[in-house]
């Protein structure tokens, strides 16, 4: 293995060779950069996915109201639910252990002046645990507190939008916002990945909103994350739950989809993990073809190379080298031809997903990568059938007797 002559020898059959080197080294560069570009795109399309599923909390039970389509308990069909602060109450301490954060939220469209601007915004009112359930991100102040709703405070938490189309310079913070009539401060700013939709928003204490709703108790939504530690079947069981709850409260027949919606994000899981599944399964079977393809070429092109060098191995039999001599230095040969391609191919391999970025995002592919862990089970994988190639033919031609292997051309 240290042999300083040995490796010499190596070094001057590839020179000596080279077309032959480059052809055997491209196959498994080829391979290798061919399997880490299709791992990473695979990747970028599991990072997008994943992303947009999980915009708003994972561990999301949205509840809606609309109309009975069923006559039930005396009641006639077509009639709107609405829902109230008791539903929300009731909603979440149904099974108090299973619930992480709720809010209720009134919603409404109002017109919101400051100063010579003025535009028509959501305006949502909600309690302090919106932040974590639509997963916002405070740029400046603070949000929603427990004394704002106990009090019903003016106060107001604007989206980056709102504070760009109104307030336009200077900080939003202390500042004082038109909502139809009444004023409420500004505490704080807030951004979403959601997009300028979702930043194009104000909310409000809730209580403060059904206040100027002469005193409204409704509620347009009920929020909840369950605890995440909850399995899928679990976290579907208790949002059926909480449907079969709020429908008996409000005389609604079991068997009416219609006029209480619960959104369960559980429920989309189980074809979230599946279509991840499926992706990562297409992009495996692909890389390893492509593995499989270099792994065959490098075997082709050593069977041709000791071919090739039948002539040589029958000299170097007759001056007495021994069969292990023979198959080590055709072996050794193959782990650098497969070493430096494979080091060639990996290198141009991680440089062009770097190139890449989000430059693809617009195709859903978003920050393309490949750990590290993979790309060196492969680059093992390359390497150790390149001994295996290596070794079979040349364990082969060291069994050729001296005179044979000089007849042959």
């Known amino acids: 293995m240290f042999d300083i002559d040995r490796w010499r020898e190596i070094f001057e059959s590839i020179r000596s060779n080279l077309l032959r080197t ?12 061919i399997f880490i570009v299709l791992f990473g795109i695979g990747s970028g399309l599991k990072n997008a996915f994943t992303e947009g599923f999980t915009r708003d909390a994972a ?26 602060n008791d539903d929300y109450e009731l909603a979440v301490s149904s099974d108090s252990t299973k619930v992480e954060n709720s809010t209720p ?19 949502n009112g909600a309690n302090p645990e919106e932040i974590i359930i639509e997963d916002r991100k405070l740029t400046e102040g603070r949000y929603l507190n427990s004394r704002d709703l106990s009090l019903k405070q003016n106060v107001a938490v604007i989206g980056r939008m709102v504070q760009r189309d109104l ?15 009444t004023f409420f401060k500004v505490i704080g700013v807030f951004s979403d990945d959601g997009g300028d939709f979702e930043e194009r928003v ?10 100027m709703k002469k005193g409204s108790d409704t509620v347009s939504n009920i929020y909840i994350t369950y605890d995440s530690k909850l399995s899928p079947d679990q976290a579907i069981k208790y949002g059926d739950q909480l449907q079969k709850e709020l429908k ?21 899981m189980g074809d979230t993990i599946q279509f991840l599944f499926i992706i990562t399964l297409i992009v495996g079977f692909i890389g390893m073809g492509t593995l499989l393809a270099g792994i065959i070429g490098i075997s082709n092109i050593m069977v041709y190379i000791v071919k090739e060098r039948t002539q040589e191995i029958g000299v170097r039999k007759a001056i007495g080298a021994k069969p292990s001599s023979i198959v080590g230095l055709i072996m050794q040969e193959s782990v650098v031809i497969t070493v430096i391609s494979g080091i060639i191919g990996v290198a141009l391999g991680v440089m062009s997903l770097a190139l890449i970025g989000d430059s693809l995002e617009k195709y859903f592919i978003k920050d393309p990568s490949v750990g590290w862990g993979i790309i060196i089970m492969a680059f093992i994988s ?12 040349a364990y082969r031609a060291s069994k050729i007797k001296p005179i044979e292997a000089l007849r042959a051309e």
């Open 105 to 123: 939220r009134y919603t409404t469209s109002m017109t919101v002046k400051y100063g010579k601007e003025s535009g028509s915004y959501q305006i």
């Open 59 to 84: 561990n999301l039970i949205s509840i809606f109201s609309g109309k009975t389509t069923i006559a039930y308990g005396g009641l006639q069909s077509d009639r709107q639910i609405i829902l109230k």
């Open 22 to 33: 480059v052809l055997s080294g491209f196959t498994v560069a080829l391979g290798l950069y």
């Open 167 to 181: 307030i336009k310079d200077g900080g939003a913070i202390g500042k004082d916002l038109d909502i139809n009539g």
């Open 248 to 268: 008996a409260k409000n005389k609604v027949s079991p068997d009416d989809e219609n006029a209480i919606i619960v959104r369960n994000n559980a429920k989309n």
């Open 202 to 211: 104000i909310t409000v204490p809730i209580t403060t909103l059904q206040q």
């Open 382 to 393: 390359l390497v150790i059938s390149g001994l295996i190639a290596g070794f079979v033919p």
